[in-house]
Nanobody, 122 residues
Framework: QVRLVESGGGLAQAGGSLRLSCAAS????????MGWFRQAPGKEREFVAA????????YYADSVKGRFTISRNNAENTVYLQMNSLKPDDTAVYYC???????????????WGQGTQVTVSS
């Protein structure tokens, strides 16, 4: 079982940037597809981005395309989410997740971190 711990959340102004990290421990990190999801108050958890095992295949939600960048460092067992040009609508708890297949549905990911809060002020 892999264990995931997110960090890097906080408060940012609209137009600013934050970088989230997700550190993995447990089974070999490089065998998992890694994804980022977010959940705003009163809303369902939604897909943000996913990255393949080698990093050569990446998906983004339309709402973050061109602003967010997902990356991974398998040697350091870490996946990142660089968030630029932040908007108040990006305010949410952000979760990283690990799963066997590249997909945008949360049910496809079996392991989740505890989440990190991102708040963007206008």
């Amino acid at each position: 079982q892999v264990r995931l711990v997110e960090s890097g959340g906080g408060l940012a102004q609209a137009g600013g940037s934050l970088r989230l990290s997700c550190a993995a421990s447990g089974r070999t990190f490089g065998t998992d597809i890694m994804g980022w999801f977010r959940q705003a108050p009163g809303k369902e958890r939604e897909f943000v981005a996913a990255i393949s095992r080698t990093g050569d295949n990446i998906y983004y939600a339309d709402s973050v395309k061109g602003r967010f960048t997902i990356s991974r460092n398998n040697a350091e067992n870490t996946v990142y989410l660089q968030m630029n040009s932040l908007k108040p609508d990006d305010t949410a708890v952000y979760y990283c997740a690990a799963g066997p297949f590249m997909q945008t549905m949360s049910v496809g990911y079996g392991t989740w971190g505890q989440g990190t809060q991102v708040t963007v002020s206008s």
